[in-house]
């Protein structure tokens, strides 16, 4: 039973454009959300987080929304640049319950230069 | 910084070998974890410590083992080597009461 699922395996935009990154999850108990960035060959990298009291987060270039009804969340990036090719997860927690992260299947984003 | 590093970053291995991945953190942080990556199905929770001596099973905890006898180091042990353990190997530590896990460089792992 996948809780945290990335459906679009990867991702393609033009440098300079916006890439929208799409999750969503399915344990309503999830109070806490994450965003890693993973190069090949290295381990992941935080990017991003994002609280169940917000419904937005912002940081530089990076925007993750929350949509707490549709149990969905989004990262944005822009501009998009080529240094963001990567594969991008996005994790859920549920704090009450041990603080585990469920990571979903992750998305690889390409940037055109 | 936090520095999360681990042993190997490629180790090949026969089939029944026992393999020892070393995992250690400079931050005092309580809790570390260690996953394994695979195309298609993320990252995946084999075991975790909230603290010294203290384990519990993640999500594929079968043909593994893992032992934390000293806070910052956290090692993951394949009893005996199968070919469907080849995979990318992650170990991540978080301090207590923070939701952000950091992560090492990954040791990838061939079975053959």
């Known amino acids: 039973d996948q809780q945290v699922k990335q459906n679009s395996p990867s991702l393609s935009v033009q440098e300079g454009r916006i890439s929208i990154l799409n999750c969503d999850y399915t344990n309503s108990m999830f109070d806490y959300f994450l965003w890693y960035k993973k190069y090949p060959a290295e381990g992941p990298t935080f990017l991003i987080s994002?609280?169940?009291?917000?419904d937005k987060n912002e940081d530089g270039r990076f925007t993750v929304f929350l949509n707490k009804s549709a149990k969905h969340l989004s990262l944005h990036i822009v501009p998009s640049q080529p240094g963001d090719s990567a594969v991008y997860f996005c994790?859920?927690?549920?704090?009450?319950?041990?603080?585990?992260?469920?990571f979903g299947q992750g998305t690889t984003l390409q940037v055109k230069p | 910084d936090v520095k999360v590093t681990q042993s190997s970053r490629y180790l090949v291995k026969r089939t029944g070998e026992k393999v020892f991945l070393e995992c250690v953190q400079d931050m005092d942080h309580e809790n570390m974890f260690w996953y394994r990556q695979d195309p298609g199905l993320g990252l995946r929770l084999i075991y975790f410590?909230?603290?010294?001596?203290?384990?519990e099973k993640g999500d594929i905890p079968e043909g593994y083992s893992v032992s934390r006898e000293k806070k910052e180091r956290f090692s993951l042990i394949l009893e005996s080597a199968s070919t469907n353990q080849t995979s990318m190997y992650l170990c991540?530590?978080?301090?207590?009461?923070?939701?952000?896990?950091?992560f090492g460089p990954g040791t990838r792992l061939l079975v053959l």
């Open positions: 991540a530590s978080r301090s207590l009461g923070k939701e952000t896990q950091y």
């Open positions: 410590s909230y603290d010294v001596k203290m384990k």
């Open positions: 994002i609280s169940s009291i917000k």
């Open positions: 994790a859920a927690s549920a704090r009450s319950n041990t603080g585990k992260l469920i």
